[in-house]
């Protein structure tokens, strides 16, 4: 079975910085999707960006960017000039290609922006 | 554009009750399902639905049960409420296959006494 990891709890960063969000997770699927989500205080799950597994290249998503290592099958969410409204609870996500369509979820890392 | 629609947002109910959260959506996603959120946790799958008449079961099933008489509608029920129930619920739709991704309701807090 597939697994998600987010190993950072909580991450704090200043206005206008770059912080990087760490996500892995275990499969022996070549194929696969793999998802950010945002959860701002309001409940929303927003998604923030998507990668396909067989694209070598790293999505990008305005300020938001991937660093898709799938050898390492390692998935972090670059935030680049962060802003207060990027203060979420932000979760790594797997699609599973099995039939159910599931997503498999991490337990999220809270980001709190410093003004 | 509505998206995916949630009711009721907030609810309490006694342990032994039962009752129906909604989900509707408006984009015609063939693909539906239900998740909870538990404190420290990720989501995980409840039931799901590939279309209009077809459900099956996801990671957590015991203690709901699901229909899909139209391709808008995706209703949870929960049978006879317990305090182990008391979570957040959200409700997801895509396209087949969520290749691009899900769309959430905005939830429904659900606490059971």
């Known amino acids: 079975a597939q697994t998600v990891t987010q190993s950072q709890p909580e991450m704090s960063v200043q206005e206008a910085e770059t912080v990087t969000l760490s996500c892995t997770y275990d499969?022996?699927?070549?194929?696969?999707?793999l998802f950010w989500y945002k959860q701002p205080p309001s409940r929303q799950m927003i998604l923030v960006i998507r990668?396909?597994?067989?694209k070598q290249q790293n999505a990008t998503e305005n300020r938001f960017s991937v660093n898709f290592q799938k050898a390492a099958k390692s998935f972090s969410l670059k935030i680049s000039d962060s802003q207060l409204g990027d203060a979420a609870m932000y979760f790594c996500a797997y699609r599973s290609t099995d039939s159910n369509y599931q997503l498999i979820w991490g337990a999220g890392t809270k980001l709190i922006i410093k003004p | 554009n509505a998206g995916v629609t949630q009711t009721p947002k907030f609810q309490v109910l006694k342990t032994g009750q039962s009752m129906t959260l909604q989900c509707a959506q408006d984009?015609?996603?063939?693909?539906m399902s239900w998740y909870r959120q538990d404190p420290g946790m990720g989501l995980r799958l409840i039931h799901y639905s590939v279309g209009a008449g077809i459900t099956d079961q996801g990671e957590v099933p015991n203690g709901y049960n699901v229909s899909r008489s139209t391709t808008e509608d995706f209703p949870l029920r929960l049978l006879s409420a317990a305090p182990s129930q008391t979570s957040v619920y959200f409700c997801?739709?895509?396209?087949?296959?969520?290749?691009?991704?899900?769309?959430f309701g905005s939830g429904t807090r659900l606490t059971v006494v």
């Open positions: 499969t022996s699927e070549s194929d696969y999707y």
């Open positions: 984009m015609n996603h063939e693909y």
């Open positions: 997801a739709s895509s396209y087949w296959g969520g290749y691009y991704g899900y769309t």
């Open positions: 990668q396909e597994a067989y």
